[in-house]
């Protein structure tokens, strides 16, 4: 069962990979794909970045007591109180259920090459605060009972006082990043129709 977890997070971050256009995430492969369990601990992650995995179980944690996560909702936050490591690194994080069960979650972090702030790309090493580092999203649905909310994280993205620079390339990679989070839903609800039927 191991190598079949592991298996399907390598499928979540190839497919992230390809779907990308930042040469951070298609390149430098700097994102993480993970599968967790319904307590939101670590179960298996592809061999990308390992910087991002001692955070992401705490992150989905975080994520899960702030928000009612029902099926077919996926959330996105990059807030360092959230488990979030720099602003760039962007998580995405959705829960898996078969038979209405939670299974456990799915998700995936990639790192922005803009996400706004006082300078280009977004780690300026003289910022006071996080608006001046870049734009902050807080947990936010960025699908919602299967509905995507692109409005939503556009409006967030476009606001406050050092909004993104690059909005396309970030709505680029959050639809990759999307891709990757319902690949893994679905090949994880495929596995364990697999593993009920053959009990």
């Known amino acids: 069962m191991s190598h079949r977890f592991a298996s399907i997070a390598r499928e979540m971050g190839e497919l992230l990979r390809r779907a990308a256009i930042s040469t951070n995430i298609k390149e ?9 369990d319904p307590a939101g601990r670590l179960v298996v992650n592809a061999p990308h970045i390992p910087v991002h995995l001692g955070a992401m179980g705490l992150c989905v944690r975080e994520l899960v007591a702030r928000c009612t996560l029902a099926p077919g909702d996926v959330v996105v936050t990059n807030h360092p109180a959230c488990g979030g490591s720099h602003l760039p690194d962007v998580t995405l994080a ?4 078969v038979g209405g069960r939670l299974l456990g979650y799915v998700a995936c972090r990639a790192h922005h090459a803009e996400i706004g702030g006082i300078r280009p790309g ?3 090493p003289d910022a006071h605060s996080l608006a001046e580092e870049g734009v902050v999203i807080p947990p936010t649905l960025l ?11 556009e409006e967030l993205l476009t606001a406050g006082p050092h909004p993104t620079r690059m909005l396309a390339d970030n709505l680029a990679d959050l639809r990759a990043m999307l891709a990757a989070v319902g690949r893994g839903r ?4 495929r596995l364990a129709g697999r593993s009920a039927s053959t009990t």
């Open 94 to 97: 959705a829960p898996v259920h």
């Open 143 to 153: 699908v919602e009972g299967g509905e995507p909310r692109w409005q939503r994280v």
């Open 122 to 124: 977004s780690v300026p």
């Open 186 to 189: 679905e090949a994880l609800a």
């Open 28 to 36: 430098r492969e700097d994102f993480s794909c993970t599968l967790l």
